[in-house]
T-cell receptor
Framework: KNQVEQSPQSLIILEGKNCTLQ??????????LRWYKQDTGRGPVSLTI?????NTKSNGRYTATLDADTKQSSLHITASQLSDSASYIC?????????????FGSGTKLNVKP | DVKVTQSSRYLVKRTGEKVFLECVQD?????MFWYRQDPGLGLRLIYF???????EKGDIPEGYSVSREKKERFSLILESASTNQTSMYLC??????????????FGPGTRLLVL
C-alpha cells in the first residue's frame, strides 16, 4: 500500500534552535518528493522538490534530504524563527504512464516559542 | 507571482443544500486540482482537470462534481451537502506538462461547515 508517514505529529521548540522533521514513504514507483509549508488558515507553499537522483536540497534555512534506498526524507530547519510555526507536509509523487498520483503525509505541526 | 484565489474563506451551509466552491488562477495553468484536508488525514484529491472541459476523478470523488468551462476557473460542486463534507477545501494549479514534476500552487482554502 502506498503511504507517506510523517513524524513527529507535532513539535515545540524554542526560537533559535534547530529541528528535523521526518518523512518515510512506501510509494512506488517514485518520481519526486516535496516538502510544503502550510501556515494556519492558508494553503500549502512549496519549499523543495527532490527527484530520485538528488540527496540534498536547500531553500534558505530549510534543508531537505532524500534517501531513495531507504525511502526516507527529512526536513531540517536551522536557527528557527517564530514565523516557522506552521504545518510541514511531505508529498510523494508517483508517475505511471504519464498519470500522476500525489501521496500526502498528514503533516508535522511545528510551534516555535520565543 | 502566481495567484490562486478561492471564492470564500468560510462557508456555512445546511444539509441537502447545493454548494459551489470557485477557484480562479491567473497563470494560464492547464492543470487544476481540488483537495479536501481533514485533521490527521492529510490532503486528499477529489478531482483534477488538465484542460478546459476535461476532468478526472481523484481518490474521493463521491458526493462531488466539478466544472471547468474556462481555463482559469475550476469549480467544485457539492450536489447535496452532508455533514461529513465539513472540511477545508483547497484548490491548486500547476503549469502544463507532467503534473508530477510541476510545482502546485495552492489557494488559501475554503473552510466549509455543513450543519
Amino acid at each position: 500500500k502506498n503511504q507517506v508517514e510523517q513524524s513527529p505529529q507535532s513539535l515545540i521548540i524554542l526560537e533559535g534552535k534547530n529541528c528535523t522533521l521526518q518523512c518515510n514513504y512506501t510509494v512506488s514507483p517514485f518520481s519526486n518528493l516535496r516538502w510544503y509549508k502550510q501556515d494556519t488558515g492558508r494553503g500549502p507553499v512549496s519549499l523543495t522538490i527532490m527527484t530520485f537522483s538528488e540527496n540534498t536540497k536547500s531553500n534558505g534555512r530549510y534543508t531537505a534530504t532524500l534517501d531513495a534506498d531507504t525511502k526516507q526524507s527529512s526536513l531540517h530547519i536551522t536557527a528557527s524563527q517564530l514565523s516557522d510555526s506552521a504545518s510541514y507536509i511531505c508529498v510523494v509523487i508517483s508517475v505511471i504512464y504519464n498519470f500522476n498520483k500525489f501521496y500526502f503525509g498528514s503533516g508535522t505541526k511545528l510551534n516555535v516559542k520565543p | 507571482d502566481v495567484k490562486v484565489t478561492q471564492s470564500s474563506r468560510y462557508l456555512v451551509k445546511r444539509t441537502g443544500e447545493k454548494v459551489f466552491l470557485e477557484c480562479v488562477q491567473d497563470m494560464d495553468h492547464e492543470n487544476m486540482f481540488w483537495y479536501r484536508q481533514d485533521p490527521g488525514l492529510g490532503l486528499r484529491l477529489i478531482y483534477f482537470s488538465y484542460d478546459v472541459k476535461m476532468k478526472e476523478k481523484g481518490d474521493i470523488p463521491e458526493g462531488y462534481s466539478v466544472s471547468r468551462e474556462k481555463k482559469e476557473r475550476f469549480s467544485l460542486i457539492l450536489e447535496s451537502a452532508s455533514t461529513n463534507q465539513t472540511s477545508m477545501y483547497l484548490c491548486a494549479s500547476s503549469s502544463p506538462g507532467l503534473a508530477g514534476l510541476k510545482t502546485q500552487y495552492f489557494g488559501p482554502g475554503t473552510r466549509l461547515l455543513v450543519l
